[in-house]
């Protein structure tokens, strides 16, 4: 048989491939450490953008303050044009005899669009009134005149009456007479400040 020989060529051969083999490696190794090296990079500026957040979250907190102060100021604006007189009704009361037979006693506000009932303007502002008291049954005895007409709020002062006191009867045509009428207008100054109630007219009757 022939023997095979390894030529010693191709011992050296081997020798260069192992050489080329680590050479490769060290390549390698040296390429994955740039990679982390790259990926650490990254994570960095990836955890430095929390902070850029936050800064660009602060304005928006800013312009919702704002907005909110801006609000608050238009409802303030609304409470400005509130009316400062309102009255939220008229009465009439009556001093004097002969209650029994008053049938009627009423006080409007002529032409104020709400029945006659509401008042809604200014501090200071002039009202004038109608009253009317009607008595029934009055052959039994019933008052002749008005005497005085005054107002209960004191902050409200009577300007006129008309027709002036003493005031008498004035009856509608084809009143019976068992019924009397007493009819006439009251001028009034309101109170100067803001006010918010009802007015009364007191008539003292004779």
Known sequence: ??????????????ASRMVVSAAIIVVLVVAGLGVL????????KSSSS?????????????????SAKSATSTSGSNTSSL?????????????????????????????????????????????????TLIYTQ?????PTHVVNVTIQQSDFTVKSVS??????VDNPPGTPSSIEYFQFTVTVASSSTAYDGPLTVISTVQ
């Not at 048989?1 to 081997?14: D, F, N, W, Y």
Request: net charge negative; glycine share 14%; aromatic share 4%.
């Open 163 to 168: 027709p002036v006191e003493p005031i008498g």
């Open 83 to 131: 009316p400062s007189l309102s009255i939220i009704d008229f009465y009439a009361d009556v001093n004097g005899p002969d209650y029994n037979q008053l049938n009627d006693n009423d006080t409007t506000l002529p032409n104020s669009g709400s029945g006659g009932s509401i008042y809604l303007g200014n501090a200071g502002d002039t009202l004038t009134m109608d009253v």
């Open 1 to 14: 048989m022939r023997r095979l020989e390894v030529s010693p060529v191709h011992g050296r051969g081997g």
């Open 37 to 44: 090296v790259a990926s650490g990079a990254l994570s960095s």
């Open 138 to 142: 009055c052959q039994e005895g019933c």
């Open 50 to 66: 929390p902070g850029s957040v936050g800064a660009t979250i602060s304005p928006s907190v800013s312009l919702s303050t704002s």
